[in-house]
């Protein structure tokens, strides 16, 4: 069965670092996610993306985030310079057309020091 | 606001009885509505979903059921059993991305 993979699981970083996340959804899918989920909280919605540009975003999804999709396969999570706060798991999402059922990666563990 | 929300944090169940795990959603807009479930250290898993125009929909041992009137749907699980320990979140589409609510944690006593 087709699943979204998402690398590293784990990332730990010095606080004003830049990470990558990066994730590769499903193959025939058009719409990308990115959520995050604060140790005990609630998934939130970061952004979506569909034909190689951001459809939608949070407040959350401030000047420090960015994603990109740099080829046919790989889609990334960009944090410039990272807080404490966010430390978080991260999730990446896809689907096949707009607002039906996500599939999510197992996500990432970011743990900012 | 909060779009969705769940009625209890906890919810603690027999194996072998039925679970029923309850959503309140506030957008009239929203027309389709998910059920994941999320492991510990997992990502959300989908379950079922259910769209505006049908008021129950069932899967294998589960059921969800919409109430437009007052906006609430539920997810029932027949015969729980220790796999179904999980965080079980709702989910719709009232805003343009799909928006979780709070979970309930499913717990399933032996």
């Known amino acids: 069965e087709p699943e979204v993979t998402q690398t590293p699981s784990h990332q730990v970083t010095q606080m004003g670092q830049e990470v990558i996340l990066r994730c590769v959804p499903i193959s025939n899918h058009l719409y990308f996610y990115w959520y995050r989920q604060i140790l005990g909280q609630k998934v939130e919605f970061l952004v979506s993306?569909?034909?190689?540009?951001?459809?939608?975003k949070s407040e959350i999804f401030d000047d420090q985030f960015s994603v990109e999709r740099p080829d046919g396969s790989n889609f990334t999570l960009k944090i410039r310079s990272t807080k404490l706060e966010d430390s978080a798991m991260y999730f990446c999402?896809?689907?096949?057309?707009?607002?039906?059922?996500?599939?999510f990666g197992s996500g990432t563990q970011l743990s900012v020091l | 606001g909060e779009s969705v929300g769940l009625h209890l944090p906890t919810l603690s169940v027999q194996e072998g009885d039925n679970s029923i795990i309850n959503c309140a959603y506030s957008?009239?807009?929203?027309?389709?509505f998910i059920w994941y479930k999320q492991e510990s250290g997992k990502g959300p898993q989908f379950i079922i979903d259910i769209r505006s125009n049908m008021d129950k929909r069932q899967g294998q041992r589960v059921t969800v059921l919409l109430n437009k009137t007052v906006k609430h749907l539920s997810l029932q699980i027949a015969a729980t059993q220790p796999g179904d320990s999980a965080v079980y979140f709702c989910a719709d589409t009232g805003r343009r991305a799909l928006t979780f609510g709070s979970g309930t944690r499913l717990q399933v006593q032996p």
């Open positions: 999402a896809s689907g096949g057309s707009v607002n039906e059922k996500l599939f």
């Open positions: 993306f569909y034909n190689n540009e951001i459809s939608e």
């Open positions: 957008n009239s807009a929203s027309d389709y």
